[in-house]
């Protein structure tokens, strides 16, 4: 029996007397799969390949199509690109190739009327024009938009439920919103003025809470004493929803949060931050779609239980309570715990333990060296 196929593979195809498309790509690197300067740090690690060569007299080896469910390509076409006609060929060759359930993207860092013919009646990500400081993000943010539509192409836009503070964050999350909206391409959910008539706040939270893809609490200082606020990222963990904190605490807290840790944080400074808070929500729902798929893929190729309970965050008191509750409830037993590499620490694993000598928290590369 042949070995199952990996989930998803990305390739990115550049010229190689391009270093602002070197650039660019080893930033998708970093982002997608690992970032190698942090050896510990939580990736999303999906498998990027380059294809560039070390001469521009020479095209790289074909992409190999069908060697995952699915295959991206993204082409970073600039100007040394478009003006050379063997890597023009190339890339035509690529969109020529492309199977289904695979798809490629071209990136128009040139004009899009520069594009090769096949490459220009695809849907392109547009950097023409963006500034060099952001042309990184923007191309990340579109790259991971297309990956969470691929992974589930029956989803409408990414929905952020916003959760905040009206007394000091409510100008912040409106400026939040109208760029998740106006700019990102993104849908929301703004909190309580959503909410039906008549409706129970913490019912239809706890309804709502498994079918949003991910919630942004911004953090602002009066955040943590709103009972509805805490009530919000506490539905959001135990209903398995990714979390991003925005935090913008400008003075003092009297008593912080406890259970707002174990997710992703960036700092509000002005608008300039926005295009990052789209990227940490956007890397949070790929995480979440693309890890759980990745992990049956891994039990497939090995023969192992697919049964394991799989969760695209690292296990915390909160969580393991949770689910060790479900668990129980049902009549089961704790046991393994998939979660993202790097492994928690040693301290961290203690403590897990101490609440349940029964639980197993694993990661990919743990399970694969077993």
Same mark, same amino acid.
């Not at 309570?321 to 479900?326: G, I």
């Given at each position: 029996m042949s070995p199952a196929p990996s989930v998803l593979h990305v390739?990115?195809?550049?010229?190689?007397?391009?270093?602002?498309?070197?650039d660019l790509a080893r930033d998708m690197f970093r982002a997608l799969d690992a970032?190698?300067?942090?050896?510990?740090?939580?990736?999303?690690g999906i498998p990027v390949r380059f294809r560039t060569s070390s001469s521009a007299d020479a095209v790289p080896s074909p992409v190999p199509f069908g060697s995952a469910v699915h295959t991206v390509v993204f082409?970073?076409?600039?100007?040394?690109?478009?003006?050379?006609?063997?890597?023009?060929?190339?890339?035509?060759?690529?969109?020529?190739? =492309? %199977?289904?359930?695979? #798809?490629?993207v071209p990136v128009a860092i040139t004009e899009t009327a520069n594009l090769p013919p096949k490459l220009a009646t695809l849907q392109?990500? $547009?950097?023409?024009?963006?500034?060099?400081?952001? #042309?990184?993000?923007?191309?990340?943010?579109?790259?991971m938009r297309d990956?969470?539509?691929?992974?589930?192409?029956?989803?409408?836009? +990414? $929905? #952020?439920?916003?959760?905040?503070?009206?007394?000091?964050?409510?100008?912040?999350?409106?400026?939040?919103?109208r760029h998740l909206h106006e700019d990102a391409g993104l849908d929301d959910f703004f909190d309580a003025t959503d909410i039906p008539d008549g409706a129970t706040f913490a019912d239809y939270m706890k309804? =709502?809470? %498994?079918?949003?893809? +991910?919630?942004?609490?911004?953090?602002?200082?009066?955040y943590s004493s709103r009972e509805w606020c805490r009530l919000e990222v506490l539905e959001a963990k135990r209903s398995h929803v990714p979390i991003v904190v925005l935090s913008a605490s400008v003075g003092r807290e009297a008593r912080s949060f406890p259970y707002m840790g174990n997710v992703p944080v960036v700092r509000w400074k002005d608008s300039s931050s926005l295009p990052h808070v789209v990227g940490l929500l956007l890397g949070e729902v790929l995480?979440? $779609?693309?890890?759980?798929?990745?992990?049956?893929?891994? =039990?497939?190729?090995?023969?192992?239980?697919?049964?394991?309970?799989?969760?695209?965050?690292?296990?915390?008191? +909160?969580?393991?309570?949770?689910?060790?509750?479900?668990?129980?409830?049902? %009549?089961?037993?704790?046991? $393994?715990?998939?979660y993202p590499d790097p492994p928690l620490g040693t301290e961290e694993l203690m403590l897990l333990l101490a609440l349940d000598a029964d639980l197993d928290p694993v990661t990919p590369t743990m399970l694969m060296a077993q």
């Open positions: 390739f990115i195809v550049w010229h190689p007397e391009s270093t602002t498309c070197g970032n190698p300067d942090i050896p510990a740090s939580r990736g999303l082409v970073l076409v600039d100007d040394e690109l478009a003006a050379d006609t063997q890597w023009r060929s190339y890339a035509e060759e690529l969109a020529a190739s =492309c %199977g289904a359930g695979d #798809v490629v392109a990500i $547009r950097l023409h024009g963006v500034g060099a400081d952001d #042309v990184s993000t923007a191309l990340l943010n579109g790259a990956l969470c539509q691929l992974l589930d192409p029956d989803a409408a836009k +990414v $929905r #952020v439920f916003l959760s905040h503070a009206k007394g000091d964050g409510l100008d912040l999350t409106t400026e939040v919103r309804k =709502c809470a %498994g079918s949003l893809p +991910v919630l942004l609490a911004v953090h602002t200082d009066s995480r979440d $779609r693309f890890f759980p798929l990745r992990v049956a893929a891994i =039990c497939a190729q090995m023969g192992l239980d697919a049964e394991a309970d799989v969760f695209p965050f690292p296990p915390e008191l +909160v969580t393991v309570l949770t689910h060790r509750a479900e668990v129980i409830a049902t %009549g089961g037993k704790v046991g $393994r715990y998939l």
